[in-house]
C-alpha cells in the first residue's frame, strides 16, 4: 500500500490501522491527520482522489464531508456568543423574527444547536434548486410546525439544521455562514475547509461515491456486524421520522455537481482535507501557531450535554452538547471528554480536550451508516493505543 505523509515516532499505529482499512475495510482513498497539544503529529493519505478512478489521491486532495462539516458550523454561533454577539438563552426570533410563527416563540438558539427545536423534518421536501437558494430553505423551517414541544426532547436535524444555522448566522452578522468562516476562521488559521468551493479550488475535490466494505467469516477480513436497530433501518420506512429528516430535500443532489459543491448547506456539504479539519479542532482546545477558537468557557459549552438519549432521528440513544456530538455508544470518539461530528458514510472530525488530541479524516468511499463508520473507528483505537 502506497501510503503518503509523515507519522511522528509514537504513533506507528495509526499508520497500521490507516493501512488496514485499505487491506480490510474496503477504503478506495482516504486521508488522517492528527494534532496533539496544538502539533501536527500525523498526516497520511493514500489510494485514489476519485471513488472510481485510478488518479492517487495528491497532499492538497479536498472531499465533501457530509455532517463533518456541522462541527465547523457550530463554532459559528458560538464564536458568535464568546463575542457578545448572540444570547444562546434567547429566543431565536429575537434575531430571526419571522421565525416566531406557528409556536417557535419559546425557541431558543441552544435548542437549534442540541437539535431539541423540534424541526428535524419538513412538512413538505424542497427541491434541490429551492435547498441552495439561500432563501427557500430559511423560509421553509420559519414557517414549519415543530414535531415535538421544543426543549422538551431531541431528534438530530440532519438537513434542517443548514437552513436553521445559517440563516441564525446572516441575521446577526448579515454574512453568510460560508465567508464568515472563510473570513473568520479558515483565513486565519490556514485551513483547507469550504462551505461554498470556490471555483478556483475545484481542481483539488475528489469524487465520491458509495462502497461497500469486504465481508468474510473470518481471518484477515472483517466482519460487519448488524445492529440490534440502526438509522439505515429506519430509513427504509417512507413514512419514518428519520427518512424525513434526511429526507428534507428531494430528490437529494448529486454531490459531485459542481453546482452543488460551491452552494452553502452547511449540515451537509461541507468541503474539507482531514488536515483542515483536525486543525480547526486542534484551535477550539488550545493554540496553533498563535490562534485559538474557543475562551476555556465556550470550550466548555460545546461540550456540556444538553441531549441525551433515545433520538428521535436516528433511533439510538445519542448525547449532544452545543453543536457537537459527544462521546458515546452511537458516536464512540476518544474519551468521555471528546467533542465533534461524524459524517454519514465516513468522515469524522473531533478533540479532546484532556488529551490534547484533535483528529481529522475524510474519504471517498461513502459506507453505509452514519456515526460510528469502522474505519474511522479505527483511527480512533489507534490513538487511544498510543495515548
Known sequence: MDVRGTVTPG???????????????????????????????????????????????????????????????????????????????????????????????????????AHRAGLAALDG???????????SGPRAVAAQRPLWEPGTDHGYHAQTYSWLVAELVRRVTGRTIGRWIAEEIARPLGLDFWFGLPADEAHRIGRIGPVEPPVT????????????????????????????????IDPFPDENDPAYRAAELPASN????????????????????????????????ARTEESAG?????????RFGLGYMLHGPAAPLLAPGSFGHPGRGGSLGFADPEAG??????TNGLQKGVTADPRA?????????VL
Open 217 to 248: 467469516e473470518g481471518g484477515g477480513g472483517t466482519l460487519r456486524v448488524r445492529p440490534k436497530r440502526s438509522v439505515v433501518e429506519a430509513y427504509r420506512d417512507p413514512a419514518s421520522l428519520t427518512r424525513r429528516a434526511f429526507g428534507a
Open 125 to 135: 421536501t424542497l427541491t434541490p434548486e429551492e435547498a441552495v437558494d439561500g432563501g
Open 270 to 301: 461541507g468541503v474539507a482535507t482531514a488536515r483542515g479539519l483536525a486543525r480547526c479542532y486542534a484551535a477550539m482546545i488550545g493554540e496553533v501557531d498563535g490562534h485559538r477558537l474557543f475562551a476555556p468557557a465556550t470550550l466548555t459549552l
Open 377 to 385: 473507528q479505527a483511527l480512533v483505537r489507534a490513538v487511544r493505543s
Open 11 to 113: 504513533f506507528e499505529a495509526v499508520r497500521d490501522a490507516f493501512v488496514r482499512n485499505f487491506e480490510q475495510r474496503g477504503e478506495r482513498g482516504a486521508a488522517v491527520t492528527v494534532y496533539r497539544h496544538g502539533r501536527k503529529v500525523v498526516d497520511l493519505w493514500a489510494g485514489t482522489r476519485d471513488v472510481d478512478g485510478t488518479e492517487p489521491w495528491a497532499v492538497d486532495t479536498v472531499q465533501i464531508v457530509r455532517s463533518a462539516g456541522k462541527g465547523v458550523a457550530a463554532a459559528v454561533p458560538l464564536l458568535l456568543h464568546q463575542r457578545g454577539q448572540v444570547d444562546l438563552d434567547a429566543p431565536v426570533g429575537t434575531y430571526w423574527p419571522e421565525f416566531k410563527a406557528n409556536g417557535k416563540e419559546r425557541v431558543l438558539v441552544r435548542h437549534l444547536l
Open 310 to 318: 433515545p433520538d428521535r432521528v436516528l433511533v439510538v440513544n445519542t
Open 357 to 362: 488530541i484533535a483528529l481529522g479524516y475524510v
